[in-house]
């Protein structure tokens, strides 16, 4: 068979690294270029932004100039009789600006009495004039018009001829804002063009030479586009004339613009042609000196590699080849040993040294052949609370009290038994030649009860056991199957114990699956429903509340209560789901509730599980946002138990939903362990009194004596009391004495649909 080629030859490697090269001075060339062009485009726009604004003060003072010669020709003395040739005796020093503006005469009522040009003719626009003679003073009117008298764009002043008691008439002066023709600074690029521009009616009021525009023309855009109708691309800047108004627009040729940038284009690129044919000859140089003997080695080595005898690589050519071919031989003569410690890691935990699950479904098929061997006993192992290790001290503390737990169920069993790590906190242990194996599994288990010390930290974490044994027809999974379902059976009977598999459990098994299946299938066609149970305030009568109860609308078995099914959705991931459904579902219908003008607080119950497994503040987050509710619309109920499986993180979450606005409750009071002691550290809202007391209240003096303390403790601290389990009117009654602020029940209401709460 023909030697397969592994990796990328010496020639491929050079022409990847050229390729490379390439591709980094291409990609210098394209910075560079791009942060020159970038640097000439803003230089270019801070001058012409510098540019519009010296233009824009020209304009500014277009009126600024023209006001006081009006001012002082109203005012004139030839001019208050409005006599003709008085008139144009005081026009006469200003023929110089015919070609600039039209001068006009006119009395209060519109008649004219003498023009610069000398046609007595000569009108202007009426507005022109009428407010100086109103208000009396001089008034400019900076809106661009195309006068009709001269074509040109032009705007009017008008100053008042002042008489006895009111104006007489006015002096009107047409200015024509593009005479003289814009010119561009000393300094400023010919490819600069400026135009001016009345914002109000769009008509071009001036430019420059050369400009896209004439002036009188009118534009129909708001801001300049980038190609003039010229067919020019340019960078305009605008600026605004304060006095008038009007719009100064600068622009500039881009390519004119930007010809620095493309002349330094032009070197880098020379310069990288220079780099380019630079590393091409390094490329064929290098590859004359290394390709080949290389591949004179890699030929020498081929030829040992197929199955023939080994032999030594020819340690010759450059420096670096012979090292390589010394470290080849090296590597030959480790190979042997290496594939030795591939094949044990393939086969062991590499924490423990044990077995792993490959290593000891081997040995158990292996042990399952050996007649000598029978019977087989395997021993599955989990640990209760390792995960709470781990989340209390770290992986580190986590690793080192698996490594010493190891050995120390090593120690536990007869020599021959097989102890393995078969996954995260799971051990199988493997029995031949074991008839009974209790008094085995009792070792293991004084061993698990124990105490292990790490760091100074003293860890007991305990451990459940499954039993199966061997019988004629299982295979090795079979048996490591029935131990697992064994394991989970002393789990429910209670952690710490064990278990042997029998028929009666695989029954079970078999239907713990198809109820995990059919929940599954639950979820996704929307089988499961929520009922609501009122918590009624026992001194007014009133509902104070709803709880959220769980329930499964099974096609075939009917309703059916959580007893059925949450402890299979626990020991799966369906209990996260199902709790982010109960949540959204619950939020939903507060909301509902609340929309319709009756607000209603809504509990719902959160699980050990959940607590442990999920982030619960974060499910309540994200219901509450889908929907829409309050979150003093919601209250989690939580068991004592559950809080105490790991208090520090529960309590964390706790605080961080109280911080949300959502209540606490304690579900279940008094029948945890060490209630009172972790009262006070447990954030709670309300606690609700087990209906176990509440049964017996009335008739066992015991438990009134126990309500009665609760409830006094609950109002010494500032909870909220809620009494369970209300069946009779004595137990309302005798709650409602003791000072118990709320009752649940079936006296009280019975768990209905959310169209059955009343409002």
């Known amino acids: 068979m023909p ?6 030859s010496v020639t491929a490697s050079v022409v990847a690294g050229f390729a ?48 006081p010669l009006l001012d002082n020709l109203a005012r004139n003395p030839g001019l208050r009789q409005l006599d003709r040739r008085g008139c144009e005796r005081a026009l006469a020093p200003l023929a110089s600006v015919r070609s600039a503006a039209r001068i006009v005469v006119v009395t209060a009522g519109g008649r004219t009495v003498c023009a610069l040009s000398g046609d007595r003719g000569e009108t202007v626009p009426n507005t022109a004039y009428s407010e100086a003679l109103h208000e009396a003073t001089t008034v400019p009117d900076d809106r661009i018009f195309i006068d009709p008298g001269s074509g040109h ?18 002096v009107v002066a047409v200015l024509f804002t593009d005479v003289p023709e814009l010119a561009l600074p000393a300094g400023a690029d010919a490819a600069t063009v400026v135009v001016a521009i009345d914002p109000a009616s769009g008509l071009v009021a001036a430019t420059t030479p050369h400009a896209p525009y004439e002036p009188g023309a009118a534009v129909a855009w708001t801001r300049p586009p980038a190609v003039g109708v010229d067919g020019t691309r340019r960078i305009w800047r ?59 080695l890699g030929s020498a080595i081929a030829a040992s590699r197929d199955g023939g005898p080994r032999r030594p690589a020819p340690e010759s050519g450059p420096t670096e080849v012979a ?47 050996d007649a000598e061997a029978a019977p087989v006993v395997v021993l599955f192992i989990d640990l209760d609370r390792f995960k709470l290790v781990n989340d209390s001290h770290g992986h580190d503390v986590g690793d080192r009290l698996l490594v010493e737990l190891a050995d120390r169920l090593r120690a536990a069993v007869p020599r021959d038994w097989i102890v393995s790590r078969f996954g995260g906190d799971e051990f199988v242990v493997l029995g031949p030649r074991t008839a009974d194996p209790r008094p085995a599994v009792e070792r293991l288990a004084a061993v698990l009860r124990g105490t292990i010390r790490v760091d100074g930290l003293e860890l007991r974490v305990g451990g459940s056991t499954g039993i199966a044994r061997s019988r004629p027809g299982l295979s090795g999974d079979d048996l490591i199957r029935e131990a697992d379902t064994a394991m989970y059976r002393a789990k429910e009977e209670g952690r710490g114990g064990w278990a042997e598999f029998d028929d009666h459990m695989q029954t079970l098994a078999v239907e713990r699956l198809r109820t995990e299946g059919e929940l599954r299938r639950a979820l996704e066609r929307g089988e499961l429903t929520l009922r609501y149970q009122p918590l009624v305030d026992l001194a007014t009568g009133r509902t104070a509340g709803v709880e959220a109860l769980l329930r499964w609308q099974h096609p ?41 003008g009756c607000p209603k607080r809504v509990s719902i119950n959160v699980s050990a599980a959940e607590l442990l497994r999920t982030d619960v503040v974060a ?53 945890g ?73 079936y006296l009280l209401g019975r768990p209905a649909p959310p169209d059955k709460i009343p409002c």
């Open 3 to 8: 030697a397969r080629r592994v990796g990328r």
């Open 20 to 67: 490379a090269c390439l591709v980094a001075v291409g990609a210098l060339i394209v910075w560079v270029t791009a942060a020159t062009f970038d640097r000439e485009r803003d230089r270019a726009e801070g001058q012409l932004t510098a540019l519009a604004a010296t233009e824009a003060t020209e304009f500014g003072s277009l009126f600024d100039s023209a006001a």
């Open 153 to 170: 764009p032009a705007v009017t002043i008008a100053a008042p001829i002042p008489g006895p008691g009111h104006p007489v008439g006015a």
């Open 238 to 296: 605008e600026v605004e004339v304060p006095a008038t108004g009007w719009r100064i627009l600068a622009g500039l040729d881009e390519h004119a613009a930007t010809a620095s940038a493309r002349d330094q284009r032009r070197s880098l690129l020379l310069f990288g042609g220079a780099i380019v044919a630079l590393v091409i000859a390094l490329a064929v140089a290098l590859h004359r000196r290394l390709a080949r003997p290389i591949r004179r």
């Open 323 to 369: 090292e390589v071919a010394r470290a080849f031989n090296d590597l030959v003569e480790a190979h042997d040993g290496l594939v030795r410690r591939l094949r044990h890691n393939a086969r062991h935990d590499s924490l423990t040294g044990l077995l792993n699950r490959r290593g000891v479904t081997r040995e158990l098929t292996r042990l399952l052949a």
């Open 556 to 596: 075939r078995r009917g309703l059916l209560s959580p007893e059925a099914f949450l402890h299979v959705a626990e020991d799966s991931d369906l209990i996260l789901e199902i709790g982010s459904w109960v949540a959204t579902e619950a939020a939903r219908h507060a909301q509902a509730w609340r929309a319709a």
């Open 619 to 671: 499910t309540l987050g994200r219901a509450l946002a889908e929907t829409g509710a309050r979150a003093t619309d919601l209250m989690v109920e939580v068991t004592e138990s559950a809080v105490l499986t790991d208090i520090e993180a529960t309590v964390v979450q706790l605080e961080m939903l109280r911080s949300l606005g959502v209540g606490v409750a304690l579900d279940d009071f008094g029948t």
């Open 673 to 745: 362990f060490s209630s009172l002691s972790h009262l006070r550290e447990l954030p709670a809202d309300e606690i609700k009194i087990d209906r176990t007391f509440v049964a017996e209240l009335g008739s066992n003096p015991v438990c009134d004596a126990i309500v009665s303390a609760v409830i006094t403790l609950a109002h010494a601290i500032g909870l909220v009391v809620v009494g369970e389990g209300i069946e009779t009117e004595r137990q309302r009654t005798h709650l409602a004495l003791l000072g118990c602020h709320q009752g649940q029940g």
